[in-house]
């Protein structure tokens, strides 16, 4: 019996007697983005389990494009009232074109488009001039309404793209943020909302997803994961309206996607701003951490399936 006692005490200081917890991915996501030149912050949610993942999740950030899924929310909820036919066609004019992403800057003016198109435009190509044809069409007012009714108090779009210090509302936001303003959490709300099918209506839900899944920049959350992962995203690129107490502006990098596969079905957004890596391509210092966070939300959330 001594010898027994001995031996358990012997096992009990043992190193192999102390077992170490596995990390927990926000351990491992809040390193990362500690180790960023920059800002960031990530939400994600398993919708078939409610686990939430939370990183800066409450922090207000620029939208840059990732408003656009706003846009087309408002499109879907104004046609379900009879208020839009997504047939109607709208010319397109040279007063209406605009720089950055997107095709119909470069092309004629008086081509007919329907409503249909620019919706596809703005979300599988980003497309700015489509973007503000139809937030003309909408209204930026009533797109922030919609985005109030579904209680995105801290998600509003603040004028049409390229149109800097000319706010249609919140002036003093729009000087900051730019384009539109959100925060991780109310973006993950507004993808799980379209995931649930609660987005306007089932119908409308599943046709927004169907387009976000054809969105063409798979640059951040798609970038690392396994193939046969069904992504829908939408991604945003942009530059700090105002500097920093260094003067410097910083970049702005945004996904926010809708993940499925074999067993799964989760959201996740991550957002960084005031990026020293201002590199346009796709090796930028934010689309990696984003690629890097994206997978760790994966891993994890594939570790709680039943084996």
């Not at 990362?32 to 389990?49: H, K, M, P, T, V």
């Not at 926010?256 to 989760?266: Q, S």
């Amino acid at each position: 019996m001594r010898i027994l006692v001995i031996v358990a005490l012997v096992m009990a200081g043992s190193p192999r007697a102390h077992t170490t917890s596995p990390p927990q991915p926000r351990d491992q996501i809040e390193g990362l983005i500690r180790q960023f030149d920059g800002e960031a912050g990530l939400y994600a949610r398993n919708l078939n389990s409610g686990e939430e993942i939370a990183v800066n999740a409450s922090t207000r950030f620029p939208t840059a494009s990732t408003i656009k899924t706003a846009v087309m929310l408002e499109a879907y909820a104004q046609a379900a009232a009879g208020k839009l036919r997504f047939d109607d066609v709208v010319r397109l004019t040279d007063a209406v074109k605009v720089g950055g992403s997107g095709l119909l800057s470069g092309l004629r003016a008086g081509l007919p488009l329907r409503i249909a198109d620019l919706i596809q435009l703005m979300i599988v190509l980003s497309d700015n001039t489509a973007t503000n044809i139809l937030v003309e069409r909408l209204g930026t007012k009533q797109i922030d309404e919609r985005l109030l009714a579904y209680k995105l108090q801290d998600t509003k779009l603040f004028r049409p793209t390229f149109r800097d210090g000319r706010a249609d509302v919140f002036p003093e936001l729009e000087r900051e943020f730019g384009l539109g303003m959100t925060t991780p959490r109310d973006m993950g709300e507004l993808m799980a909302l379209i995931a649930g099918g609660r987005a306007v209506n089932a119908e409308a839900s599943s046709a927004m997803l169907a387009t976000l899944r054809r969105q063409t920049d798979k640059g951040m959350i798609p970038r690392l994961l396994p193939a046969g992962i069904e992504v829908g995203n939408k991604t945003g690129t942009d530059a700090e309206k105002l500097p920093d107490a260094k003067g410097r502006r910083g970049s702005i990098r945004a996904d926010a996607a809708i993940v499925t596969g074999p067993g799964l079905k989760y959201v996740v957004t991550i957002f960084t701003r005031r990026g020293g890596d201002s590199a346009s391509g796709v090796d930028n210092a934010a689309l990696l951490l984003g690629a890097r966070l994206s997978r760790l939300v994966f891993d994890h959330f594939a570790s709680r399936l039943p084996r």
